[in-house]
Nanobody, 124 residues
Framework: QVQLVESGGDSVEAGGSLRLSCAIS????????LAWFRQVPGKEREGIAA???????SYAGSVKDRFTISKYNTKKILDLQMNSLNVADTATYYC??????????????????WGKGTLVTILS
């Protein structure tokens, strides 16, 4: 059974950095793509970074050049390094697993598993 458990959410000041991690159980590191999404209450969940099984990466324009997605197959971890954080980055962040290219994953296509989320709050 596949489980995704996020950690690392916190309150940080604008301009700061934060690193989120997703611990992955189940044998999917070489078969499924992985992605990070975020959601603000009242808004749709937004794909922000995705990495497919071939290692190709896609980012949403809102986080490109600030966020970095990394996966560690041996440790079964997916990370999201977030730099130059601003108030607009405040959201609950979710780890997800699914099929297809990073482009498709980023748009929420063929996502099969979701974590429960971790809250990131950016203080102005």
């Amino acid at each position: 059974q596949v489980q995704l458990v996020e950690s690392g959410g916190d309150s940080v000041e604008a301009g700061g950095s934060l690193r989120l991690s997703c611990a992955i159980s189940g044998d999917i590191m070489n078969t499924k793509g992985l992605a990070w999404f975020r959601q603000v209450p009242g808004k749709e969940r937004e794909g922000i970074a995705a990495i497919d099984v071939d290692g190709r990466i896609s980012y949403a324009g809102s986080v490109k050049d600030r966020f970095t997605i990394s996966k560690y197959n041996t440790k079964k971890i997916l990370d999201l390094q977030m730099n130059s954080l601003n108030v607009a980055d405040t959201a609950t962040y979710y780890c997800a697993a699914g099929w297809g290219s990073s482009w498709y994953l980023l748009r929420g296509h063929r996502i099969e598993q979701w974590g429960k989320g971790t809250l990131v709050t950016i203080l102005s």
